[in-house]
Structure formats: C-alpha cells, structure tokens
C-alpha cells in the first residue's frame, strides 16, 4: 500500500521559465497557504466547484482531515511550492466497495503559475503513484467550457466519456461537466 508522509518531496525541478518547483505532499504548516491559495480561486471565480471562502478554523480542520486521509492512504495529495508557497495541489481521492479500483482526480494552479506546465508535471505524477498505489481507473469532472484543462487532460491522455448538460450552475448559467477518464 502506498502511504504518503506529510512534506515528502516527490520531485524537484526547473519549469519552462526557469521558475524551481518542488512537488511535495502537504503538511500542518500549509495552513495559511493552503487558505490563501482556495481563497483566491474562489475570488477569481476558477472553474471549480469550489464557490464560497474558507475560514481560517474551516480550513484547518479540512487540512487535518485531509493529513489523516493521506497517513491512511485513503487519497493522494500533493502541492507545488514556488519559492516557499503553496502555488498548485492536486489529489487523486480512492473510491470505496466495488469501485475501489478507481481515482477520482482534482487540480487547480494559482493564477501567476498557470501555462507554466506544472499541471501535467502534477497529474504525471498523480498518475505514476496511482499506479504504485494498484488503481486501475482515475476519473474526472470539467466544466465543458474549461478549454484548458479539457487540452490539458487529453494530452494527459484522458478519453471524454460524455456530457451531463446543466450538471454546474456558473456565473448565473448552467454548464455542461464533462466526464473523462484513464486506465492505468
Ligand atoms: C487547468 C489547470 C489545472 C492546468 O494547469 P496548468 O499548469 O495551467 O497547465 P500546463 O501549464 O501544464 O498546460 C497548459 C496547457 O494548456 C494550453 N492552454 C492554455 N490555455 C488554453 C486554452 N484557453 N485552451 C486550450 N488550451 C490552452 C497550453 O498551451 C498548454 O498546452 P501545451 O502544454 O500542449 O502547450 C490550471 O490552469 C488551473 O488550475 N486552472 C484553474 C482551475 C481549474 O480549471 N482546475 C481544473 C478543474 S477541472
């Protein structure tokens, strides 16, 4: 079984504008960061189904729970740091019972580090533990109008699965979420 410790460093290097990325799984002292970082993405309005800011005290009971899951393998969960803060997470979240085989997969970058590739270095790397770990399967959920993460979950090698219309309310519309995934 693949248990993950808090701060393991799975991977450092350079991205494609000289920027030093350290992919490392998170830790109690991320609070902060971690708050800033949904925070923002809720500001900016990403499309994720994220919608409402997180106290400091909510966060940092969703940062333990999170910790617990990771020590019992429940999820894989890593950051990207950037000069010593959080600038990208992403998991891969196990199923249970007959769909224990499979992953469900979340990501999301800070506005300044996007198109830097760290999103495929992070699902790259998602995807080589959930191997390690025996998934067979990782699934996903887009907003069908999200072009970026639909180009970068294909080159990533995902299949479009098909279309739930309306399943995501946005901006005052509903939206289409598109279901993708890879065997391992
Ligand atoms: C989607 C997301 C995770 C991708 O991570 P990233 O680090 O920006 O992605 P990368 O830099 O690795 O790759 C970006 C790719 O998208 C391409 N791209 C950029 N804008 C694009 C657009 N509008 N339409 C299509 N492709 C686009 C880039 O050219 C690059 O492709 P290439 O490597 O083939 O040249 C990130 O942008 C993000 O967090 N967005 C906001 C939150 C979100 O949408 N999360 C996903 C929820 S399902």
């Keep these: ?14 991205s494609q504008n000289g920027t030093e990325v350290i992919i490392r799984t998170p830790c109690i002292s991320d609070l902060d960061d971690m708050l800033q970082f949904i925070n923002d993405l809720v500001e900016e309005q990403a499309m994720i189904l994220a919608n409402k800011k997180m106290s400091r005290k909510d ?3 969703w940062l333990r729970g999170l910790l617990l899951k990771m020590k019992n393998g429940d999820i894989i969960q890593l950051s ?10 992403a998991e891969i979240k196990q199923k249970v019972l007959r769909e224990e085989h499979v992953g469900i997969l979340g990501i999301s970058i800070s506005k300044r580090y996007r198109n830097l590739g760290i999103g495929k270095v992070l699902i790259a790397e998602l995807i080589r533990l959930s191997k390690k770990k025996g998934l067979k399967l990782i699934t996903l959920e887009v907003f069908e109008t999200n072009s970026r993460a639909l180009h970068v979950y294909t080159s990533m090698g995902f299949v479009k699965r098909g279309v739930i219309p309306k399943h995501i309310r946005y901006k005052n519309r509903y ?4 279901q993708m995934s890879l065997e391992l």
Aim: proline share 3%; charged share 25%; no cysteine.
């Design 1 to 14: 079984m693949l248990r993950l410790k808090p701060n393991q460093v799975i991977r450092r290097y350079t």
């Design 80 to 89: 990207a740091e950037v000069d010593g803060h959080v600038v990208g997470t």
């Design 59 to 61: 966060e940092s009971k």
């Design 175 to 178: 939206v289409g979420s598109v």
